[in-house]
């Protein structure tokens, strides 16, 4: 039987006690007896990765990378073209061909030498997710932990939201004003009342300028091949690399969310180098 497929449909306060649960069943190998604890906090539990594949709006490949072509055969006739599939043992070429799909991210890592371990290794997951320090660490742009995304990571990542619904197409001014006022919504003290002086995606951060002069307001984004994006450099990508303002206040959010106070003064050192490719 094919390993299950978890449908999370659980309210606000058990999420905490699910995640729990879930981690302590998949450690003990006690998986399939934990199941009746899960159904009872609202999870379905599929065996049919096709069935699951074609509802899915987001998927999270989590598989060996020799059961890949199996699964991907599986599942690639089902998949929606707006559906994100993350992957991160498997490269991405080698994702996207049996895949026949090109919404395909995954995190690339650059680690860094002589760096603190403060990465928790004898806590629990749950504590772990609960140290500001190990938090502060886990921010794309932040070196503490030993280890950075690489900013073709978040370049996909931005190129992913115009993707996500060519069935009803939205003016590409209505996207760049949702991402500016989703990624932009946390401000520093010195951004002023109406936040003028933040940063803000502009058009050509997406398209070429021969492109963004030729596109009507009403029209929407092109479809973006985020295989391609990540896998090559670009002037967005080299934009991220030196927009230290953009930088500070990505980094201000992502703590934010975490419930993390963070002054500009606290702000991690961004290496200028382009990380590995």
Aim: proline share 9%; hydrophobic share 40%; charged share 15%.
């Amino acid at each position: 039987m094919p390993p299950p497929r978890f449908l999370v449909q659980i309210e606000e306060s058990q999420g905490a006690l699910f995640i729990h649960r879930l981690l302590k069943a998949f450690k003990s190998d006690l998986l399939k007896e934990a199941l009746d604890e899960f159904q009872k906090l609202g999870i379905q539990c599929f065996y049919h990765n096709s069935c699951l594949a074609g509802w899915a709006n987001m998927i999270f490949l989590c598989c060996l990378p020799s059961q890949l072509p199996n699964i991907c055969y599986e599942i690639q006739t089902s998949l929606d073209k707006a559906c994100i599939i993350f992957v991160a043992a498997v490269p991405i070429p080698r994702s996207k061909l049996p895949l026949k799909h090109t919404n395909i991210l995954r995190p690339q890592y650059q680690c860094f030498e002589g760096s603190v371990n403060i990465w928790g290794a004898n806590k629990e997951t749950i504590a772990a997710l609960q140290d500001p320090a190990i938090l502060q660490a886990t921010c794309p742009y932040s070196p503490a932990g030993g280890i950075i995304l690489n900013v073709s990571w978040l370049e996909g990542v931005f190129c992913a939201a115009p993707n996500l619904c060519p069935a009803k197409p939205m003016p590409h001014l209505h996207v760049l004003q949702l991402l500016n006022e989703l990624l932009f919504s946390v401000h520093f003290e010195d951004c002023g009342k109406d936040g003028t002086s933040c940063p803000q995606f502009q058009l050509q951060d997406f398209v070429s300028k021969v492109y963004a002069k030729n596109l009507p307001q009403k029209r929407p984004f092109p479809w973006f091949d985020l295989t391609a994006v990540q896998l090559r450099e670009t002037p967005y990508s080299q934009h991220l690399l030196t927009n230290t303002a953009r930088q500070d206040h990505l980094t201000h959010l992502h703590c934010d969310s975490f419930g993390i106070s963070l002054t500009k003064e606290q702000q991690p050192v961004v290496p200028t180098g382009s990380p590995p490719q």
